[in-house]
């Protein structure tokens, strides 16, 4: 039974363990930020909502078109869910469709479900609703709203495949050089069938209960600021900021890690036989010279220590954050407190 | 009549019902890692694994072999892994001439696509184990004593509870589709825009009616007083006899994946 | 041999009025083993309008979906206007028979009555002048017109039901089928979907528990019980037999 498009509910196997822990890792990260954000945004009300609009989620994976012959299009649903509940929840939801997928109908692994919520629920949701309002930022209007919206789809569905391929590559389960076209090329058709059930549904929705999409996609539609509109909002959000880096250094590193490696394998073979071998060979970890983790083997443990390194540079910066931060707020109430003394 | 098996589980009297739902969980997950540590060509100890779960199977009252009856549909993703075959270097098995190039069949390539596609296989039948013998709820509140964050707990057992609710109406909607997708030429009109847009449009509608229902969920948990927070609830603790099947758990599975790594031949 | 005139082929010769539903020997077993159609015989004649009535879970609806391939016989045989109902017969037997669904929200997903309307027509293959009468005609025999603009969400539940009713219409089937049309509607919206039902000059068929409706527009009534036929004959003597009405968990209207 495959509601959804199956091709990115990976099985436990096909990711090697230490790809695995490592996406975990980052994964846990990235929805730790996404809880801590949806507590703090959403009402009380939206305790049985979000259990619900899973549900939907889940329920609208089934929905399906006719494309040719006996192929059918489906939804994924990571951008629908970011534009309708916020990005935060989207992603909140989006897990837990993955998670009960996996807990009650074994589709997907459980120790991959790391790799697959990183997938298809941060790359895929809050990946594609920053294409999303980075876009919409750029124009006016509901139509160029919904264009976004519509870019942003297929961008999730495409970006998903690719950063599936490399774990697959990486975890030696799939050449580098197959797994990437076969991926990207499949999914670059069924990211159509995506942006355009995205935009559909977003459209109807528009039409029949426009209170119902958040307040400030109006805003932003209205070219205006609103109270977290536009591009300058996103910027100036600190958690928005978070994510994206963890993400962007944790697809850094997945991507470069192999060049790094001692071993011809995979992508560095790709290198050396088009000719890119003075890259593979100017090993960009060179600062640290025995960047391995005890125990695991080449490609995997620069990947892993790559990971964890980025984590860690992360905590300081965000503890320095956290006392700056203190600092200021300390400083901001002494100078209250004396200017109404 | 709703489509959707929703939870797998199979009531038993038997020991591994009996376990706590931590017990189990962090069993399944530990023994899919180890399975998923085995080195390449373990198929001897994959099959070991395999006659673990069958033994467990047994004792859990439902059979030995139905988890591996069950576990087939693992089976479309093991393409993915096919490609290996043919691009992992080492010693000829065959070749395959097709018209402008020869596809080559490496030992070392089939050795490793065959460990991916037997250890997923197996790691299945693990989930499929747990899912047999736990009660969802029971997993969910599992995973809550184990430190999974409210907001997950109370989405996934929401989710859970409006899943067949909303499923049925998907189906309803699609059923309803296709009682008008008739044709007396055999031919379908209609272009594939049009279609996909009608797919949108049973999905925003599918959306709105969720976040209804979700509503009234709200103001029927407000009627019988709920006041804006779902209080975390205290689990008991573990008792000192699940401790130690964890503990033992741990250790034959260290155990056993020592053996696997030195001791065990592998191909 | 080109296909259509090999389905003519199959098809037999005119379909004969006088059965134009055939439902022969019909046993269903759900995919989970429950048996809900236990063996049912049947013939309806074009432009008859029958009645299904029965306790719930006798298998009404479940029958109903085999009228338009929905499901498919485990055994025996279904045919309609002389096809027989086959996974390869299945768009030309919905283009047949039109099943308005009890729950109108399951079958209104356009943002407006007009493009509800259109959805069947425009998967038929039809020219735009086309669709665009045969949604006017629709719209007309349900007392709907001037409604194209609407949007679907925002209508009573009455007028839902007529949209719905409306979808199908504009397929022009022979055969209309009905499931529980009469569910949540207040006395006057029953008043109105009766008076527009005895308008209909097409075969009908409609599972109900409204014994009301079924007294003032359908003449031959057939009771459904745990998934058999129970008795099928003239709805004034049916209705008036409360030993009968009673031992299958119906009342009298």
């Known amino acids: ?341 | 009549m709703s489509g959707l098996a929703l939870d797998r589980y199979l009531p038993r009297e038997s020991p591994i019902h009996a376990l706590d739902a931590r017990v189990k969980f962090l069993v399944a997950v530990a023994f899919i890692l180890a399975v998923s540590l085995l080195p390449a060509g373990a198929f001897a100890s994959i099959a070991i694994a395999w006659a673990a779960i069958a033994l467990a199977s047994g004792a859990a009252k439902l059979g030995p072999f139905r988890p591996t009856r069950n576990a087939f549909f693992a089976l479309p993703f093991v393409l993915a892994a096919l490609p290996l075959v043919f691009t992992r270097p080492g010693e000829e098995l065959f070749s395959l001439p097709l018209a402008v190039f020869t596809l080559r069949v490496s030992v070392e390539g089939l050795v490793a696509f065959l460990t991916i596609a037997s250890k997923s296989w197996v790691a299945v039948q693990a989930a499929l184990l747990l899912a047999y013998t736990t009660p969802f709820h029971d997993l969910v509140d599992a995973l809550r004593a184990l430190r999974l964050p409210t907001i997950f707990v109370t989405t996934v057992s929401f989710m859970y509870r409006y899943l067949a609710v909303l499923s049925d109406e998907a189906s309803r909607m699609l059923r309803a589709r296709a009682a008008r997708s008739g044709s007396r030429s055999g031919r379908s009109g209609g272009s594939l825009r049009w279609r996909a847009v009608v797919a949108g449009r049973i999905v925003g509608a599918l959306f709105i009616r969720a976040y209804e229902r979700s509503e009234r969920v709200y103001q029927a948990m407000l009627a019988r007083g709920f006041e804006g927070t779902v209080r975390p609830r205290a689990s008991r603790a573990l008792r000192r006899r699940e401790w130690a099947a964890l503990a033992l758990a741990a250790a034959l599975l260290a155990s056993f994946e020592a053996a696997a790594h030195l001791w065990i031949p592998a191909v | ?253």
């Open chain 1, 1 to 341: 039974m495959f509601p959804a498009p199956f091709l990115l509910h990976a099985p436990d196997g096909f990711f090697s363990v230490p790809v695995s822990v490592a996406f975990w890792v980052v994964t846990a990260a990235v929805l730790a930020i996404s809880v801590r954000e949806a507590n703090r945004s959403l009402e009380e009300r939206t305790v049985p909502t979000l259990g619900v609009l899973a549900a939907f989620i889940f329920a609208a994976q089934m929905v399906n078109f006719q494309v040719a012959g006996g192929t059918s299009g489906h939804l994924l649903g990571g951008v629908l869910a970011a534009v309708l509940l916020g990005p935060w929840a989207g992603s909140i939801v989006m897990a837990s469709v993955i998670a009960v997928q996996a807990l009650v109908f074994q589709d997907g692994g459980l120790v991959v479900m790391g790799a697959n919520i990183f997938n298809m629920g941060i790359i895929g949701t809050l990946g594609g609703y920053v294409v999303y309002r980075a876009i919409a930022s750029l124009g006016r209007g509901w139509r160029w709203q919904l264009g976004a919206a519509a870019v942003a789809a297929w961008f999730a569905v495409e970006a998903a495949a690719v950063v599936t391929a490399f774990q697959l590559a990486l975890s030696d389960t799939s050449p580098l050089n197959v797994a990437l076209p076969a991926m990207a090329g499949v999914h670059a058709l069924i990211g159509l069938g995506e942006a355009a059930i995205t935009v559909a549904a977003l459209a109807f929705i528009a039409s029949v209960r426009p209170d119902l999409l958040q307040s400030r996609e109006r805003a932003i539609a209205a070219g205006g600021e609103g109270h977290a509109g536009g591009l300058r909002g996103a910027l100036r959000s600190g958690p928005a900021w978070l994510a994206a880096g963890i993400v962007a250094s944790a697809l850094v590193v997945v991507v470069l890690a192999p060049f790094a490696s001692a071993d011809p394998d995979g992508l560095e073979r790709v290198a050396i036989d088009h000719g890119f071998d003075a890259v593979a060979k100017a090993n960009p970890y060179e600062i640290l010279p025995d960047y391995t983790v005890p125990g695991l083997g080449g490609t995997a443990s620069t990947v892993v220590s790559g990971l964890l390194g980025v984590l860690l540079v992360l905590a300081v910066v965000l503890g320095a954050a956290r006392i700056v931060a203190a600092r200021r707020a300390a400083r901001l109430q002494r100078e209250e407190a004396s200017s109404t003394a």
């Open chain 3, 1 to 253: 041999m080109n296909p259509a005139a090999a389905d003519d082929a199959r098809s037999v010769a005119p379909p004969d009025p006088a059965r134009w539903i055939e439902v022969e020997h019909l046993h269903f077993v759900y995919p989970n083993g429950y048996e809900a159609l236990k063996g049912i015989d049947l013939v309806i004649a074009r432009g008859e309008k029958v009645a299904i009535i029965g306790p719930n879970g006798a298998g009404k609806s479940t029958f109903l979906l085999h009228l338009n391939g929905i499901h498919l016989p485990s055994h025996g045989r279904v045919r309609v206007a002389g096809i027989e109902v086959t996974r390869a017969t299945v768009k030309r037997v919905r283009a047949e028979v039109g099943l308005v669904f009890q729950d109108p929200d399951d079958q209104l997903f356009s943002p407006t009555v007009f493009e509800d309307v259109a959805f069947g027509p425009i998967h038929m293959g039809l020219s735009p002048e086309e669709v665009h009468r045969r949604v006017e005609a629709a719209l007309a025999k349900v007392g709907m017109s001037g409604f194209e603009r609407r949007a679907p969400f925002h209508l009573s539940l009455g007028q839902r039901k007529r949209v719905a009713l409306a979808t199908v219409l504009s397929m022009e089937p022979s055969v209309l089928v009905l499931d529980e049309p009469s569910a949540g509607l207040d006395p006057r919206g029953r008043r109105e979907l009766i008076g527009l039902l005895r308008t209909f000059d097409e075969t009908l068929i409609a599972s109900t528990h409204d014994m009301r409706l079924v007294a003032e527009v359908f003449p031959r009534t057939v009771i459904l019980d745990d998934g058999r036929i129970a008795a099928d004959g003239p709805t004034e003597f049916i209705l008036a037999d409360d030993v009968l009405l009673e031992a299958h968990g119906l009342e009298r209207p």
